[in-house]
């Protein structure tokens, strides 16, 4: 399995997958719109003999520090509980610490995303519309600058049902 930037050309056949994975459109169309908007900063597909099998979207969120919202991450449904999903997370947290951001935010389901280290009781102190018990964050590059404050995500998120 390789692990690369998505590339010019491959917009439907993530769109594809996306849209499998989720049993429908809606957060396939949400990377349309991140990519259209200049808002997807990370865009990673993984692939295996040539298919496109999986795919991690990260976003600007606007915070009191420089952070980023992961969503969506999807992989195919036949091709799920072999690591790809994992591997795409790890990869795109390394990659996202490299580059300098200081945190990463998810909602999602805890039982998954507390093993890459993400924590819902981190993410406690920020009001965001997504506030609750599946809002996490990851910290990049050491502790949190700060533990509180109103996140914004990027504007495509708006139009989610
Ligand atoms: C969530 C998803 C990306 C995981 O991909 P994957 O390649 O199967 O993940 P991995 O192989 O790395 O990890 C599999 C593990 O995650 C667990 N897992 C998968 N989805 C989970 C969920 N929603 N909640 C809790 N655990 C979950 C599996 O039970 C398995 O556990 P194990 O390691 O103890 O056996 C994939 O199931 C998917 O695309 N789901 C539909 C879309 C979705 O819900 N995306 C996340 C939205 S934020």
């Known amino acids: 399995m390789l692990i690369r930037d998505e590339q010019p050309g491959e917009a439907a056949a993530i769109h594809a997958l996306v849209r499998d994975a989720f049993d429908g459109p809606d957060e396939a169309d949400l990377i349309n719109r991140l990519r259209a908007a ?10 295996e003999d040539g298919e496109i099998v999986g795919h991690i979207l990260l976003s600007p969120i606007a915070a009191a520090f420089p952070a980023l919202a992961l969503a969506p991450l999807a ?7 072999h690591g790809i999903g994992g591997e795409l997370v790890r990869h795109a ?6 580059m300098g951001w200081r945190a990463i935010f998810v909602l999602g389901d805890p039982a998954y995303y507390q093993r890459f280290g993400f924590s819902a009781e981190a993410a406690a102190g920020f009001a965001s519309p997504y506030a609750g018990p599946h809002l996490m964050v990851l910290p990049l590059g050491g502790a949190l600058p700060a533990t509180q ?8 998120f708006a139009e989610l049902g």
């Not at 200049?38 to 993984?46: L, P, Q």
């Not at 195919?76 to 509980?81: E, I, Q, S």
């Not at 947290?93 to 490299?98: E, F, N, T, V």
Request: glycine fraction near 16%.
């Open 93 to 98: 947290i390394g990659h996202a610490g490299a």
């Open 38 to 47: 200049g808002d997807a900063i990370v865009s990673f597909v993984a692939e």
């Open 75 to 81: 992989v195919g449904p036949d091709r799920r509980a």
């Open 149 to 156: 404050g109103t996140l914004r995500h990027a504007p495509a």
